[in-house]
């Protein structure tokens, strides 16, 4: 088992930034792959970003690209999603989850992917 605790969501103005940060404990934080996903009211768990064992490897949706980076620290067992340039439609809450799987071996935005999910922090920006 992974358990997985987002934080450092909030409000902020359009154009502002905020850093999110997903503590993993458990098993092997190196041995898994990371991403995050995001989820607005009355829509569907849609992917952002994720990031490969070794943290050299990021993938983007095409929506956040510039503007948002993942990162890790695996000896703190820590992912991040720097979030700059903030829209109103990013307003969502946002997960972190890990999958076993390299990302070189899978679609690393295919949800169904991930085997282990933290429970979520909430992002609202407002215009």
């Known amino acids: 088992q992974v358990q997985l605790v987002e934080s450092g969501g909030g409000l902020v103005q359009a154009g502002g930034s905020l850093r999110l940060s997903c503590a993993a404990s458990?098993?092997?934080?190196?041995?898994?792959?990371m991403g995050w996903f995001r989820q607005a009211p009355g829509k569907e768990r849609e992917f952002v970003a994720a990031?490969?064992?070794?943290?050299?490897?990021?993938y983007y949706a095409d929506s956040v690209k510039g503007r948002f980076t993942i990162s890790r620290d695996n000896a703190k067992n820590t992912v991040y999603l720097h979030m700059n340039s903030l829209k109103p439609e990013d307003t969502a809450v946002y997960y972190c989850?890990?999958?076993?799987?390299?990302?070189?071996?899978?679609?690393?935005?295919?949800?169904?992917?991930?085997?282990?999910w933290g429970q979520g922090t909430q992002v609202t920006v407002s215009s």
């Open positions: 990031i490969s064992r070794s943290g050299v490897i990021p």
């Open positions: 458990g098993r092997t934080f190196s041995n898994y792959a």
């Open positions: 989850a890990a999958t076993p799987y390299a990302l070189a071996t899978m679609t690393p935005n295919e949800i169904k992917q991930y085997d282990y």
